[in-house]
DNA sequence: TCAATAGTTCAATAAACGTTGAACATAGGG
DNA sequence: CCCTATGTTCAACGTTTATTGAACTATTGA
């Protein structure tokens, strides 16, 4: 568990990579409720998505949105705190995440963005 | 060679497909291409991507772009003519591709955008 | 101190992916 | 009519992917 996992820095992050990173439904998911949580605490942790997949699926879904740049990942005891890198994206590639996120509002319903707890409690 | 091969309806392209296909490099660097050609014939043909890969691959690469609806394929005797499904994508998901194009722009060198012809030759 | 909670690691698996080359199909020009 | 140019199809391949469950580590609260 140690200390906080390795990301890559702003310029490191590489177009290919968090393209197909977005395209995967679970991340895209993650992604989503990332934004939301935006406006709010701009945090969430592990525990948050467990309604989208397994944990250890979950965790190896993170790795791939943290090694690309995608999003940062803090460690707070026994918790992981997550937040997008909404600056580091929308520098390097400007309007491609506000273009994701939209796309992705608009077929809400298709893609599956909202975990189950989320959809049944919609707390 | 036959007929022309079946493409998705608008409705049907998905964002993930479409994510997915953007995140190959070859395939990202047809679209860049094809994006470039859009302001003079809009056209391109197999032939004019042979820098970047073999033919059969490129066959394989044209297929998933044409199948995920991110172009459109005509065949006029020994040809076939590829463009962008330009208004279809950006009805469907506003902004993407062309925050994609200009970050590909952006990235140009870094991401081997253009085929070696094109390098060498700079026509 | 002990148990519960949060999350990771690892090995296994099945499917999908990208790449290759050889063989094939088709159309057009001499 | 044949030859060439254009592009496809197919099988083979090694790699990467997403997913699972069991075992593990670390932190917290009682």
Redesign the pocket.
Known sequence: ??RTPPHPTREQIELPLVLDCLS?P?RLAIVYQLAQQERVSSEL???DFNGL??????????A?LRECGVMQTRVA????FMRLRREDLDTRFPGLLDAVLSSAAKDADRLQLLSECEVVEAD
Chains 1, 2 share one sequence.
């Open positions: 568990m140690s995967d679970i942790c592990c525990g997949s397994g944990k250890s699926n979950l965790t190896y879904h993170f791939k005891g026994t918790n992981r």
